[in-house]
């Protein structure tokens, strides 16, 4: 098992239902601007697109750190890789944010680096997403899913040309 | 610390340039928020001399309580004025994600008040407030308003309430807007601002919205989740949408009404098919901040650009006009949201043009040459050109239908006019034009007159609409729509008690319903969310769920009949408001040429046709429920004490409006022989153990 937090464009709708359960579960108020995943939108195209921490393979933000406060662990339950911030450790010297180059760390008013750590594994976010723009699944499930439809719009297509 | 609420109310004092703040919880316990403390607030700051375009007039942006918390639909923002259309109360609501960006900025409520010198901006963001200037974005559409605005502030997060040229240039019926496809459209919000010179209120928030029992509000908001998406009509507004619901509306006949229907055949080949235009078009479902439902479409044409478009627009600039052209519709649709301009007045004005024209009672010599044919796209397009722009005959037409009959009476003889005013054939309700929803059926004609910013929106009696209209929901069975149909008919039953309370065909019962479906929606108004989550569109939050909500939210506990007592309340003062402007019982009305009139089209065709008399028997149930005279539509003396607004009851009086309780029975005698007049209450009509 190696469970992602799979996002689909597409459905996404912009509605920031996301951010408003991410930083409610974290800091247990309603504030965008403390969630740890954020819905860009842009209104004149009329897409939004979720952004949200990847759990990188080979994490800088964790490389960079000098307290050794980030690391990255297995989930048990999921096998979701999470790369994760131990507050004890963390000294907010923001060295972190300088490295992310995707602007999905942050450091927040206690003065401590924040991150999307999936939720321990169930991630609030996708609970609430309306539309099932944000997926926990399989990380295989997700290219299968994609390959799938393409292969049904060829398959479309083909079967116009007949 | 505050739960909930932002804490404060901005008030900003244009003339002078400076702001002062006061705390939101002064009004919180009676008004809980939004539309609520908005009407109170407008109550003291509005009489019947405040010029609606001058600057002693007074706008009001408020938020509630729920509004940027996870409850759904939690997106709403009220704007309140005197309206330019209608001279009474303004109103129109807006979502998008202004207001939850408001409250994180630490604010309820915006009130602008004076007149900038010149054009200005008002940017928010947390404890700075400063009016900055908008010369280089006068003019501007609102689509580049907010772009230049974010630009210029180096913040593309920046949450922008906009005007466009039409609101500038003062056309009485201009709207606000904010993201794609959100507007503050009726009653003239825009051109109020226009007239203080405001451009746009730009805000960024960074504070959070903190709640008293994280785990119970968490509950809550679980709980009306799973009740909106767990209802019957879920499924139908989050994957079709209501853009479809209103298009089978319109095939059924309860939209697109007025004579200018009968007997014309404008779509032989069914080009107004809404799908096909979707299926084309459209390409994904969109809605506002915190919203499961998604009740928007996003749609891009080639050369001409995207947008998000729902509901009622479908309606206006197809069929009230007699257009066919879905791609010129779908232009002005986009040209309104720019321009800021109020689709569903624009095009009800240039229907009645046209039903004027072909009547002969007007020639192109009155209209700047335009000849006023059906479904003329030069027409249609001359005309929106010269009213946004406010110049040639578009200067009358942007003063409002009445301007605009005062123009006509005095340059065609009365005669061709059929020896009565133009104004007689104009849809409209105090000059406010009509939505598409057809005023012939019998609770639609009640929900029109008795409309708080004549219109018939709010307190629309949906339990009606479905049940004639459901054979045309796609998607359903003729066993779904059976279905549908006695569903609604008992959830009629149990909240009248009345048999036929269900049957489109009667009167009965028809009062209780939209008076309950007032104070349902005056409560999601008053908490920040949408209306359209209550039973008004059949997602059914209740009472309890917004009573929950706010309990654990606010650490305090509100009851099911708190809320519904305070939508009460308020509507109370919106009433109060209004007879002080001077609405009474005769402007409750809709246009006499409608009455006694069937439907003349579609499913419905030959149905409804409702009287003056059962207009004025419904009118008479309908303030008997509100506590209201019958005789004058004034709220009573008692009522209002009832309320807990007696300062508004002695002020009624204090200006003569006041009606003592002896003078009341005697009026309610004449009028309603043998009927008991009690005070209003929420439960009153339900059955006991309901």
């Known amino acids: ?41 842009f209104l004149h195209d009329e897409i939004a697109v979720p952004v949200v921490c990847s759990q990188c393979e080979d994490a800088w933000c964790e490389r960079i750190c000098p307290s050794g406060a980030i690391s990255t662990v297995v989930m048990p339950e999921t096998g979701a890789r999470v790369v994760q911030v131990d507050e004890d450790l963390c000294v907010g010297c923001k060295m972190c944010v300088l490295a992310c180059p995707f602007g999905n760390i942050q450091v927040g008013a206690a003065g401590c680096a924040e991150k999307c750590d999936l939720c321990g594994g169930d991630p609030v976010c996708v609970q609430f997403c309306p539309r099932g723009a944000l997926r926990f699944v399989e990380a295989e499930d997700r290219e299968v899913e994609k390959r799938q439809k393409l292969a049904q719009a060829l398959a479309g297509s083909y079967r116009e040309s007949e | 610390m505050t739960y909930l609420y932002g804490g404060t ?236 619901a209103e ?79 879905m791609l010129l519709w779908y232009a002005l649709i986009r040209q309104c949201q720019e321009m800021g301009i109020d689709n569903t007045s624009m095009a009800l004005t240039i229907q009645w043009l046209m039903e004027l024209h072909a009547l002969g009672i007007i020639d192109a010599s009155l209209t700047d040459g335009i000849a006023m044919e059906w479904g003329s796209k030069e027409a249609i397009t001359a005309i929106m050109d010269r009213t946004i722009a406010n110049e040639g005959f578009g200067a009358v037409l942007a003063g409002g239908m009445k301007a605009t009959a005062e123009y006509f009476d005095a340059h065609v003889p009365e005669e061709r006019r059929g020896g009565r005013s133009t104004y007689w054939y104009a849809m409209q309700v105090n000059n406010n034009p009509m939505y598409g929803i057809n005023p012939r059926l019998t609770s639609m004609s009640l929900s029109y007159a008795i409309g708080r910013r004549s219109d018939c929106i709010q307190d629309l009696d949906m339990h009606q609409f479905d049940s004639v209209t459901a054979p045309v929901y796609p998607g359903w069975s003729e066993e ?19 048999e036929r309370a269900g049957d489109p065909d009667t009167t009965e019962g028809k009062a209780d319903i939209v008076h309950d479906m007032g104070i349902q929606t005056g409560i999601a108004d008053m908490a920040g969310s949408c209306k359209w989550h209550t039973k008004w569109l059949f997602l059914y939050l209740m009472p309890e769920h917004y009573a ?132 209003p209450s929420a439960r009153q009509g339900r059955r006991p153990g309901t």
């Open chain 1, 1 to 41: 098992m190696n469970k992602v937090l799979a996002i689909d464009i597409g459905k996404c709708t912009g509605c920031h239902v996301c951010e408003l359960m991410c930083s409610f579960r974290h800091h247990g108020e309603f504030n965008p601007r403390r969630a740890r995943i954020h819905t860009t939108v």
């Open chain 2, 480 to 498: 779904d729509r059976a279905h549908a149909v006695e569903h609604e008919r008992e959830l009629a039953y149990e909240l009248t008690g009345k």
């Open chain 2, 9 to 244: 109310i901005l008030w900003v004092d244009l003339t002078t340039g400076t702001t002062s703040i006061r705390s939101t919880l002064d009004y919180a316990e009676k008004y809980i928020g939004g539309r609520g403390i908005n009407a109170r607030l407008m109550y003291d700051a509005i009489g019947p001399d405040t010029d609606p375009l001058g600057p002693d007039n007074v706008i009001v942006f408020g938020t509630g309580p729920l509004s940027g918390t996870a409850f759904p639909g939690c997106s709403r923002a009220d704007v309140m004025s005197k309206s330019p259309v209608t001279g009474l109360l303004g109103d129109a609501n807006i979502g998008g994600d202004w207001a939850a960006e408001l409250k994180y900025a630490g604010y309820d409520h915006v009130v602008l008040t004076g007149r900038a010198e010149h054009p200005v901006y008002l940017r928010i963001r947390n404890d700075l407030v400063e009016l900055r200037d908008a010369g280089e974005l006068w003019g501007q559409t609102t689509y580049e308003t907010r772009r230049l605005i974010q630009d210029e502030l180096d913040d593309p997060e920046a949450k922008v309430l906009s005007i466009g040229p039409a609101g500038e240039n003062l056309v009485s019926f201009a709207t606000i807007h904010g993201s794609v496809g959100n507007a503050a459209a009726r009653t003239g919000m825009g051109a109020v601002l226009g007239s203080k010179n405001v451009k746009a209120l730009v805000v960024r928030g960074t504070k959070g919205i903190p709640v008293a029992d994280p785990e119970a509000f968490l509950e809550a908001c679980k709980a009306a989740h799973d009740q909106v998406k767990g209802a019957d009509y879920y499924e139908e507004v989050h994957t079709i949408g209501v853009t479809n």
């Open chain 2, 548 to 679: 929950a909500a706010l309990s654990a939210g606010l650490g305090r506990t509100v009851t099911p009949e708190d809320v519904e007592r305070a939508s009460l309340r308020v509507r109370n003062v919106e009433r109060a408001i209004e007879v002080k402007m001077g609405r009474r019982r005769e402007n409750d009305t809709i246009p006499e040429k409608e009455f006694s009139k069937p439907v003349s089209r579609g499913h419905m065709k030959g149905k409804h046709g409702v009287s003056r008399e059962d207009l004025e028997r419904m009118k008479d149930e309908y303030y008997t429920l509100r506590g209201w005279d019958l005789r004058t539509g004034v709220p009573r003396h008692q009522t209002l004490v009832d309320c807990g607004l007696k300062d508004i009851a002695d002020d009624l009086a204090e200006l003569g409006l006041g009606l003592e309780p002896f003078e009341l029975d005697a009026g309610g005698a004449d009028l309603g022989a043998g009927e008991k007049e009690t005070a």
């Open chain 2, 247 to 325: 298009y089978a509306y319109v095939l059924s006949g309860i939209e697109a009404g007025g004579d200018g229907h009968e007997g014309l055949d404008f779509d032989p080949e069914g080009r107004t098919d809404y799908n096909a235009f979707w299926n084309k078009h459209g390409y994904k479902r969109t809605g506002c901040m915190g919203c499961p439902v998604h009740c928007m479409e996003n749609y891009s044409v080639p050369g001409v650009g995207a947008t998000v478009i729902s509901c009622e627009l479908y309606t206006q600039l197809t069929w009230e006009v007699q257009n066919a052209d």
